[in-house]
Protein backbone atom coordinates (compact mmCIF):
# COMPACT_ATOMS: atom_id res chain seq x y z
CA UNK A 1 0.00 0.00 0.00
CA UNK A 2 1.52 3.20 -0.50
CA UNK A 3 2.78 5.12 2.31
CA UNK A 4 4.71 8.57 3.38
CA UNK A 5 6.66 9.31 5.50
CA UNK A 6 7.47 12.57 6.86
CA UNK A 7 11.10 13.38 8.77
CA UNK A 8 13.26 16.16 9.44
CA UNK A 9 10.87 18.52 11.96
CA UNK A 10 11.93 19.85 15.36
CA UNK A 11 12.29 23.26 16.97
CA UNK A 12 13.89 26.04 15.37
CA UNK A 13 14.67 29.71 16.47
CA UNK A 14 13.34 32.31 13.92
CA UNK A 15 15.25 32.76 11.31
CA UNK A 16 16.59 29.13 10.94
CA UNK A 17 15.66 26.64 8.51
CA UNK A 18 14.80 23.21 8.18
CA UNK A 19 14.36 20.70 5.65
CA UNK A 20 11.79 17.83 5.70
CA UNK A 21 11.80 14.96 3.46
CA UNK A 22 9.10 12.80 2.47
CA UNK A 23 9.97 9.12 1.26
CA UNK A 24 6.89 7.79 -0.62
CA UNK A 25 6.37 4.19 -0.91
CA UNK A 26 4.11 1.58 -2.85
CA UNK A 27 3.48 4.35 -5.34
CA UNK A 28 5.55 5.56 -8.37
CA UNK A 29 6.27 9.08 -7.66
CA UNK A 30 5.99 10.59 -11.19
CA UNK A 31 2.27 9.59 -11.68
CA UNK A 32 1.94 11.82 -8.38
CA UNK A 33 1.10 15.75 -7.73
CA UNK A 34 3.02 16.31 -4.38
CA UNK A 35 2.48 18.41 -1.66
CA UNK A 36 3.13 19.72 1.28
CA UNK A 37 0.52 21.01 4.19
CA UNK A 38 0.39 22.15 7.65
CA UNK A 39 -2.04 22.74 10.35
CA UNK A 40 -1.40 24.96 13.47
CA UNK A 41 -3.33 24.64 16.11
CA UNK A 42 -6.41 26.01 16.35
CA UNK A 43 -6.57 26.51 12.65
CA UNK A 44 -7.64 24.67 9.06
CA UNK A 45 -4.80 22.72 7.66
CA UNK A 46 -3.79 24.65 4.55
CA UNK A 47 -1.59 23.79 1.48
CA UNK A 48 2.24 25.30 1.47
CA UNK A 49 3.62 23.77 -1.37
CA UNK A 50 2.82 22.27 -3.94
CA UNK A 51 4.91 20.70 -7.28
CA UNK A 52 3.54 18.53 -10.37
CA UNK A 53 4.60 15.05 -11.76
CA UNK A 54 6.76 17.72 -14.23
CA UNK A 55 8.09 19.82 -11.77
CA UNK A 56 6.19 23.22 -11.88
CA UNK A 57 5.39 24.34 -7.96
CA UNK A 58 3.23 26.17 -6.35
CA UNK A 59 3.59 28.16 -3.15
CA UNK A 60 1.62 30.00 -0.53
CA UNK A 61 1.67 33.75 -0.60
CA UNK A 62 2.88 33.30 3.17
CA UNK A 63 5.82 31.05 2.17
CA UNK A 64 7.13 32.50 -1.43
CA UNK A 65 10.72 33.40 -1.07
CA UNK A 66 11.44 31.57 2.03
CA UNK A 67 10.20 27.83 1.03
CA UNK A 68 11.03 25.84 -1.82
CA UNK A 69 9.52 22.32 -2.57
CA UNK A 70 11.54 19.92 -4.76
CA UNK A 71 11.27 16.24 -6.19
CA UNK A 72 13.66 13.53 -6.80
CA UNK A 73 11.37 10.52 -8.88
CA UNK A 74 14.27 8.31 -8.74
CA UNK A 75 14.67 8.29 -5.00
CA UNK A 76 10.63 8.64 -4.57
CA UNK A 77 11.34 11.51 -2.14
CA UNK A 78 9.70 15.17 -2.01
CA UNK A 79 11.29 17.97 0.05
CA UNK A 80 10.68 21.24 1.67
CA UNK A 81 13.27 23.55 2.05
CA UNK A 82 11.93 26.13 5.14
CA UNK A 83 14.21 29.36 5.11
CA UNK A 84 14.18 32.44 7.64
CA UNK A 85 11.44 30.66 9.59
CA UNK A 86 8.63 32.64 11.41
CA UNK A 87 6.93 31.73 14.58
CA UNK A 88 3.67 31.47 12.66
CA UNK A 89 5.37 28.72 10.46
CA UNK A 90 4.59 25.98 13.79
CA UNK A 91 2.60 23.88 12.58
CA UNK A 92 2.42 20.01 12.08
CA UNK A 93 3.30 19.49 8.56
CA UNK A 94 2.32 16.59 6.28
CA UNK A 95 3.21 15.40 3.01
CA UNK A 96 0.26 14.21 0.82
CA UNK A 97 0.01 13.07 -3.05
CA UNK A 98 -2.48 13.39 -5.59
CA UNK A 99 -2.29 10.74 -8.46
CA UNK A 100 -2.52 11.64 -11.83
CA UNK A 101 -6.30 9.73 -12.07
CA UNK A 102 -7.44 11.87 -9.51
CA UNK A 103 -9.02 15.16 -8.26
CA UNK A 104 -8.12 14.90 -4.61
CA UNK A 105 -4.89 14.43 -2.15
CA UNK A 106 -5.27 10.46 -1.96
CA UNK A 107 -2.56 9.98 0.75
CA UNK A 108 -1.07 11.83 3.20
CA UNK A 109 1.67 11.05 5.85
CA UNK A 110 1.35 10.83 9.42
CA UNK A 111 3.05 14.64 9.57
CA UNK A 112 5.80 16.19 11.25
CA UNK A 113 6.26 19.31 13.81
CA UNK A 114 7.57 22.59 13.57
CA UNK A 115 7.82 24.56 16.51
CA UNK A 116 9.61 27.91 15.79
CA UNK A 117 10.56 30.33 18.50
CA UNK A 118 10.73 33.82 18.96
Known amino acids: QVQLVESGGGLVQAGGSLSLSCAASGMILGDNGMGWYRQAPGKQRELVAAITWSGSTNLADSVKGRFTISRDNNKNMVYLQMNSLKPEDTAVYYC????????????WGQGTRVTVSS
Open 96 to 107: AATPFYSDSWDY
